[in-house]
């Protein structure tokens, strides 16, 4: 038996991970369970499943879970980054999963790792805004990172039974997204609602965003950098609108290893909660004959052109790619309340970042600073709204 805590358990990756557990109750015990406001959906999730502590946003989401639940049976309901922290931390834990989404994942993440606690990562922030003292955690308590992301999952389970020294690069897989074949002219107008309508995968609105401008396939490259050790330059993305192979793995003797599935969370979410066994799913199988044809393309720089300013954070290093997501998630929000057109979005990360005089990656305080400096940066850059024309996207990152 397996005790889990699971940081963003109403969000879609923890809906797939309860939806896993409730498939293997002879497997999982659920410990805690990390959510934010949605106290109605943690409040039935506490129901099936039983934790012994819950943590929620603020203290008026507190209160309202509290009311949701006539019987608490000694539950445990703590509050913010310091609940997710307690959660994140208990010594009698087997394994953590990050899924909560943005930046606020950070801490308890690092938290878990720095007590010595394997963790499954959904939650990519993590890696982008903190990877080298992240994976100095992980490697000083001999824990390896299962990632959950179902690209690093494919190149993860692609390694197995290989020598890191033996890989020659990583193929990231891209769907493309809802906007793969539009033209620049047409991106200027698309509204949130056409963003959030994504072909293959079923997300929350951040990362469904992500996909349509591409910076999640610069994020995960970010990741895979992190998590693999490997320089951006051998990590290459490619467009494959099917959405079949997950990620490949090419070797130095030319071979490519690849995953290959349906597109559902469910199947690296399981692989990474009882990694190395695999478990039995209820899915449908993987039917190639009905899929007929898999395709490939490179990538559009020109028309995506925030995949081009995450392969220049990531070069760059130190605090470049915090910069980078922190300016991406408000530039994203931004969007979704309709006060910044599609392809604004990458002018206020290129600007954020040009004005970023990026410095090594030293403590966890060093890069909480550098987040609150972006966030606030890239908030005045917003207001007033900036117009969809003279959009210059250029991926400029200077070091000191
Ligand atoms: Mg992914």
């Not at 005790?3 to 659920?30: C, D, K, M, W, Y």
């Not at 992500?210 to 490259?221: Q, Y």
């Amino acid at each position: 038996m397996k005790n889990l805590a699971i940081l963003g358990s109403t969000g879609s990756i923890g809906r797939n991970a309860l939806a896993v557990v409730a498939q293997h109750p002879e497997e999982f015990a659920v410990l805690g369970l990390g959510a934010g406001k949605n106290v109605r959906l943690l409040a039935e999730q506490i129901s099936r499943f039983r934790p012994a502590r819950v943590s929620v946003q603020d203290a008026d989401s507190a209160a309202a879970l509290a009311q949701l639940l006539p019987d608490q049976n000694g539950l445990e309901i703590l509050v913010g980054t310091e609940g997710a922290m307690a959660l994140a931390t208990d010594p009698q834990n087997h394994l953590v999963v990050s899924a909560m989404v943005g930046a606020v994942g950070l801490q308890p993440t690092l938290a878990a790792l720095e007590h010595g606690i394997p963790v499954a990562l959904a939650n990519k922030e993590t890696l982008v805004m903190a990877g080298p003292l992240v994976m100095a955690a992980a490697r000083r308590q001999g824990i390896t990172i299962i990632p959950i992301d179902s690209e690093h999952s494919a190149i993860f389970q692609s390694l197995q039974g290989h020598r890191p020294q033996d890989i020659r690069r990583l193929w990231l897989t891209a769907s493309g997204g809802p906007f793969l074949h539009h033209s620049r002219e047409q991106l200027t107008t698309v509204t949130p609602a056409q963003a959030l309508n994504h072909p293959n995968w079923s997300m929350g609105p951040k990362i469904t965003v992500d996909s349509a401008t591409m910076m999640n396939k610069g994020l995960e490259v970010i990741e895979a950098s992190m998590l693999f050790q490997l320089p951006p330059e051998q990590i290459a993305v490619h467009i494959h609108p099917q959405s079949i192979i997950h990620s490949l793995v090419e070797y130095i003797d030319g071979s490519v290893i690849a995953q290959l599935g349906i597109p559902d969370m469910r199947v690296p979410i399981a692989y990474a909660l009882a990694y190395p066994r695999r478990l039995p799913l209820d899915l449908p199988p993987l039917d190639l004959f009905q899929v007929g044809q898999l395709t490939f393309e490179p990538p559009d720089l020109e028309r995506f052109p925030s995949l081009g300013l995450a392969f220049a954070a990531a070069r760059t290093g130190g605090t470049a790619p915090a910069v980078l997501n922190a300016a991406n998630e408000v530039a994203v929000a931004a969007f979704l309340a309709e006060k910044l057109p599609f392809l604004g979005i990458c002018q206020i990360i290129a600007q954020t970042l040009k004005a970023h005089q990026a410095q090594a990656l030293t403590s966890l305080d060093q890069v909480l600073r550098v987040d609150r400096w972006a966030r606030e940066f890239a908030h005045n850059l917003i207001s007033p709204p900036s117009g969809a024309d003279a959009l210059i996207c250029t991926p400029e990152v200077r070091r000191e």
